[in-house]
């Protein structure tokens, strides 16, 4: 069992904090922190900053120098171990001849996985699992695609106090108050994908694109859409940064003129007819290497997700209104029988977005 001192704890702490500067600009690759300490003093630190870019690792050893030379090298993912864009970081931290490596939890991808062994084989001291839940929280959908081969599903909800998101006649604009969609957007930036369906696309012409100042990427916008209805000039199309239609059936004129806005066009076969299949559907967005999707739409789809087990979280955004009883519900999810079959969640997060509330609440798997 490892015995990590105060100090480790400091130390991989602070390689948590850098490597949440990665947020929204890392993906697909995880977010990665490495602080690199000799005789109890910080002499090199970095992050991964973008996919194609220096690893945290390199980075921090190039900032400490001669320095690195005998030091502890603590990184918040096991170090990869094999060639891709960038060259493995054993080698780089093998170069530098640290004396130890302290990492948080092992890498779940595997051909990247079997640094620890390596350096440990080359004579480095190796230590694992400080703070190994808090280093995934930061990467849950990293750790999800390669672990289980679907993204970490977000569903966001504006809705007022009453549980209602739109009014009978569809109209939402706006529940919740700029704050809170301003709030949004930080959401959108740090997903693969932002998802949304056609009837949203059809009703409320959405760009889904971030509009966050310095954002240095859009996610690709992904609308299900099982008979390619969306109209070409819809502004989902018509925004910097790559676009996505999945349908059933393939209308070769629909799809020639979504092709040509500019987006491209899957068809995925259903089993029953009549939609697009959502578990395939996810487990193509992770094939595509998409981590985390943010979902932004009706309550049709969200309830489908839901009813699906696809969802591994909610963010709620709880307006101080009241909409009524004709008013629409937040998620359309089948009828139940019984209190047993209830969709069970976890409260995570709560806090107040200016006049609007926050609820973070995690899905809980269905019992049985």
Not at 68 to 84: K, M, N, S
Request: glycine share 8%; hydrophobic share 45%; net charge neutral.
């Amino acid at each position: 069992m490892n015995a990590f001192s105060d100090a480790d704890r400091e130390f991989m702490a602070r390689a948590l904090q850098l490597a949440a500067r990665g947020m929204d600009t890392t993906d697909p690759n995880p977010r990665v922190g490495c602080v690199v300490v000799r005789d109890g003093r910080v002499v090199g630190e970095a992050w991964h900053e973008r996919a194609g870019e220096p690893h945290a690792e390199p980075r921090a050893l190039q900032a400490a120098g001669d320095a690195a030379a005998g030091a502890t090298a603590y990184v918040t993912l096991e170090p990869c171990a094999a060639q891709g864009r960038r060259p493995p970081c054993t080698e780089a931290l093998l170069a530098a001849r640290v004396a130890r490596v302290v990492y948080a939890t092992e890498d779940p991808n595997p051909s990247k996985c079997g640094g620890a062994e390596q350096l440990k084989a080359a004579g480095v001291v190796v230590q694992g699992g400080l703070l190994a839940d808090e280093a995934r929280a930061l990467n849950p959908g990293f750790f999800k695609r390669h672990e289980c081969g679907l993204p970490f599903v977000r569903v966001k909800m504006g809705v007022s106090l009453d549980g209602r998101s739109a009014l009978a006649n569809g109209a939402s604009r706006w529940i919740t108050g700029p704050a809170a969609r301003q709030d949004a957007q930080r959401y959108r930036a740090r997903s693969s994908v932002v998802l949304t369906g056609v009837g949203t696309v059809l009703g409320d012409d959405p760009a889904m694109n971030v509009r966050v100042e310095g954002a240095s990427r859009q996610p690709l916008r992904v609308v299900l859409d099982s008979h390619l209805r969306s109209p070409p000039a819809a502004r989902i199309f018509g925004r910097d940064g790559p676009s996505l239609v999945f349908g059933i059936e393939d209308h070769s004129q629909r799809r020639a003129a979504l092709e040509a806005a500019g987006a491209r066009v899957e068809i995925l076969p259903a089993a029953d007819g009549s939609r697009v299949p959502l578990r395939p559907m996810l487990q193509r967005l992770a094939a595509l290497h998409a981590n985390e999707v943010w979902v932004e739409a009706g309550a049709t789809l969200a309830g489908a997700l839901l009813a699906e087990d696809l969802v591994d979280e909610l963010i709620v955004y709880l307006a101080p209104c009241l909409l009524g009883s004709d008013a629409r519900g937040l998620a359309d999810v089948p009828a139940l029988q019984s209190l047993e079959q209830r969709l069970r969640l976890r409260f995570i997060d709560v806090r107040p977005i200016e006049d609007d509330l926050r609820i973070t609440a995690a899905v809980l798997p269905k019992e049985g």
